[in-house]
């Protein structure tokens, strides 16, 4: 069965940067739609951002314009670029994957079949 393993994570100032990696366990996944989720505690799972093979991109409101959002599909990884971090985006960061998802269910973390085991972002000074 596909994995996905993220990485990237750590502790960042406000105002800074960090990038994230997922990385897919086989080429299966390079045709899929690859997916960004994160959970701060006591809050619901929120949607990030999300890519297609094709490179047609979709992003949260609270990320739109800081966080973007890439793959390259011949390494089977997704990346997202996070800047302007500021202390509300601490939280788990999920990578996420599904075979196909309509472009109105793409936000939504019932559409994705395949999850990382999440890495820690903390953004504080």
């Known amino acids: 069965q596909g994995q996905l393993v993220e990485s990237g994570g750590g502790l960042v100032q406000p105002g800074g940067s960090l990038r994230l990696s997922c990385a897919a366990s086989?080429?299966?996944?390079?045709?899929?739609?690859m997916g960004w989720f994160r959970q701060a505690p006591g809050k619901e799972r929120e949607f990030i951002a999300s890519?297609?093979?094709?490179?047609?991109?979709y992003y949260g409101d609270s990320v739109k314009g800081r966080f973007s959002i890439s793959r390259e599909n011949a390494k089977i990884t997704s990346e997202l670029q996070m800047n302007s971090l500021k202390p509300e985006d601490t939280a788990v960061y999920y990578c996420?994957?599904?075979?196909?998802?309509?472009?109105?269910?793409?936000?939504?973390?019932?559409?994705?079949?395949?999850w990382g085991q999440g890495t820690q972002v903390t953004v504080s000074s």
């Open positions: 086989d080429r299966t996944f390079s045709g899929y739609v």
């Open positions: 996420a994957a599904a075979a196909y998802i309509i472009v109105s269910q793409i936000r939504r973390s019932e559409s994705y079949k395949y």
């Open positions: 890519i297609r093979r094709n490179g047609d991109t």
